[in-house]
């Protein structure tokens, strides 16, 4: 039996509501990312859904980053960044990363290394792609980092985390 869909279409002129637009987003799955970065600007890090891949050609992906976030001004002024994939196991340090706990805090609870580009990796991540910011383009409330792909470290194999309908989802390796 196939679902009634709803429809939230907004009239125009009018902007569609914020909250309609995250209801609707909340049905997005997407990977978790805890995005890193250290340098004379200061250690920091947060929690990102907003990633993709741009061009393989410089490699290069990009990140949104809300202007309010306590890591904005960090990551913008060092200039480079590390993607840190979350595997399955690693919900908590989603939770610490995405919101409220104090910086110095949410680096303090897992092993951390440094990349060759100078930002924090963290122990167990998926995989890890040493970045470059190397344009800001501001959209609404949010700064989209271009990064251009340094180099990247890969774990053996890892179990996938997915945030969908605002909690997270293991995703296991297919055997
Ligand atoms: N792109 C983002 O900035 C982004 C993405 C996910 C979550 N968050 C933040 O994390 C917290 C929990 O989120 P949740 O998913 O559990 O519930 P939620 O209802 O706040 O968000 C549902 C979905 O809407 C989108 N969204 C939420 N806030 C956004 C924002 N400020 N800008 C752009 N897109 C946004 C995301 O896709 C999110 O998964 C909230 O404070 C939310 O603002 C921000
Ligand atoms: C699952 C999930 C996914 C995201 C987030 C949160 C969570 C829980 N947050 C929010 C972001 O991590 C949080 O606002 C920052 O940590 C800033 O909070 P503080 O200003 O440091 O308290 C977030 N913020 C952002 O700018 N871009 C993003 O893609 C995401 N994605």
Redesign the pocket.
Known sequence: MQAAALKLYAAPPEPMN??D??????R?A?AVNVVTTDGPCGRAGF????VCSVSDDPPTLLV???RS?SAHAAVVGNGNLCVNLLSAEQSDVSNLF??KTPMAERFTADRWSISPNGSPVLAGAALAFDCRITQVTSV???DVLFCEVLGVTLAEQANALL?FD??YHPLPVSL
């Open positions: 914020r909250q637009y995250r209801d609707a987003m909340s997005l997407a929690t990102a859904t907003a949104c980053l809300n976030a995405g919101g609404a409330t949010h945030y605002r909690s």
